[in-house]
């Protein structure tokens, strides 16, 4: 029952790029999250933003979420190598208590 | 340290022969689930918890069992594991509605 859909799958820039990865979703939502993974390592939860909310930022992060179009998007800005890592989002839903659903991913490469 | 302890990391063993992976968080959490990640998959939820002795099925539940006797505790086990549950594993907690803690994951490598 996989519900986030990342896109792109892979995507790499240079050092210094803005990286903007999207996500989709079927349903309805409480709130939505995004995670990063380093390469065989847990998740990091980055930030959490709720579906009555439509933009949230923390440091370099920018976080969108359009409940209409069931899409989100995380923007990176100004990128460093040390960004390279997977993304993931989540949602958690609005009907009782269904646990986080992760997406596939999206595999950021920021190239020095 | 607020924290998801997973053991074992890493682990090399034979199809049958049964295991557990251990996981322990320190955060009195409510709510702890078990994870499957497979290479093109991304993270596949295998059971979760929202409680002791509350314990559900996720999306691939099969060859595996859980509990949950004490709060800070979910121990997976395999009763016999087989080649196809070669993957990394993931324990996670949280309080209902927030983010979620990883552990740092347990590599089963099953011959």
């Known amino acids: 029952s996989q519900q986030g859909e990342e896109d792109p799958q892979a995507l790499s820039i240079q050092e210094g790029e803005n990286a903007t990865m999207n996500c989709s979703y079927k349903?309805?939502?409480?709130?939505l999250q995004w995670y990063r993974q380093n390469s065989g390592r847990g998740l990091v939860h980055l930030i959490l933003i709720r579906s009555n909310e439509r933009e949230k930022h923390s440091g370099r992060l920018r976080v969108t979420l359009d409940t209409s179009k069931k899409s989100s998007s995380l923007l990176i800005t100004a990128s460093r190598a040390a960004d390279t890592a997977s993304y993931f989002c989540?949602?958690?839903?609005?009907?009782?208590?269904?646990?986080?659903?992760f997406g596939k991913g999206t595999r950021l490469s920021v190239i020095a | 340290e607020a924290q998801v302890t997973q053991n074992p990391r890493y682990l090399i063993t034979v199809t049958g022969k049964k295991l557990t992976v251990t996981c322990s968080q320190n955060m009195n959490h409510e709510y702890m689930s078990w994870y499957r990640q497979d290479p093109g998959l991304g993270l596949r939820q295998i059971y979760y918890?929202?409680?002791?002795?509350?314990?559900d099925k996720g999306d691939v539940p099969e060859g595996y069992k859980v509990s949950r006797k004490e709060k800070r505790n979910f121990p997976l086990i395999l009763e016999s594991p087989s080649p196809n549950q070669t993957s990394l594993y993931f324990c996670?907690?949280?309080?209902?509605?927030?983010?979620?803690?990883f552990g740092d994951g347990t590599r089963l490598s099953i011959l």
């Open positions: 989540a949602t958690g839903s609005n009907s009782g208590n269904t646990p986080l659903v």
């Open positions: 918890s929202m409680n002791v002795e509350v314990t």
């Open positions: 996670a907690s949280c309080d209902w509605g927030q983010p979620q803690h």
């Open positions: 349903t309805s939502i409480n709130n």
